[in-house]
C-alpha cells in the first residue's frame, strides 16, 4: 500500500516562505520520480515542481522557477518543496505525487503519477 503524506502548510504572508514535506511509504521511494501539483479554488490542478528519482534533475514550472526548490532526501523517504517570497497566487492546497514507473523522468503530466497526497492548504495573504 503506498502511502504519501504532506505536511507545512499553513497561512502566510506575502513575501514569507513554507516549507511543504512529503513522506512517502510502500515503494522504493529512491527509485521514483516525484512532483508537486496545486489546484487553487475554481481551477484545474497545475504542475509545480518536479525531481527525478536520483535528485539530479529538477522541473519548475514558470510561475515558481527561481521562487521554489524542490529536493529530496531518499534515506527518510522525503520529497520537500521550499517555497519562498509566496504571493496572494501561491494560495492552493498542495498535493505531492510519486511517479507511475520506476526509473523514469520527472514530468509535468498529472497522468504519469499514479499515487497522490491528501494534500495540504497554502494560503498567502497580502
Known amino acids: 500500500q503506498v502511502q504519501l503524506v504532506e505536511s507545512g502548510g499553513g497561512l502566510v504572508q506575502a513575501g514569507g516562505s513554507l516549507r511543504l514535506s512529503c513522506a512517502v511509504s510502500?515503494?522504493?521511494?529512491?527509485?521514483?520520480?516525484m512532483g508537486w501539483f496545486r489546484q487553487a479554488p475554481g481551477k484545474e490542478r497545475e504542475f509545480v515542481s518536479g525531481?527525478?528519482?536520483?535528485?539530479?534533475?529538477?522541473l519548475y514550472a514558470d510561475s515558481v522557477k527561481g521562487r521554489f526548490t524542490i529536493s529530496r532526501d531518499n534515506a527518510k523517504n522525503t520529497v520537500y518543496l521550499q517555497m519562498n517570497s509566496l504571493k496572494g497566487d501561491d494560495t492552493a492546497v498542495y498535493y505531492c505525487?510519486?511517479?507511475?514507473?520506476?526509473?523514469?523522468?520527472?514530468?509535468?503530466?498529472?497522468?504519469?503519477?499514479?499515487?497522490w497526497g491528501q494534500g495540504t492548504q497554502v494560503t498567502v495573504s497580502s
Open positions: 505525487a510519486v511517479a507511475k514507473l520506476r526509473w523514469s523522468p520527472a514530468t509535468p503530466t498529472p497522468r504519469d503519477y499514479d499515487y
Open positions: 510502500g515503494r522504493i521511494f529512491s527509485d521514483y520520480a
Open positions: 525531481i527525478s528519482w536520483g535528485g539530479g534533475r529538477t
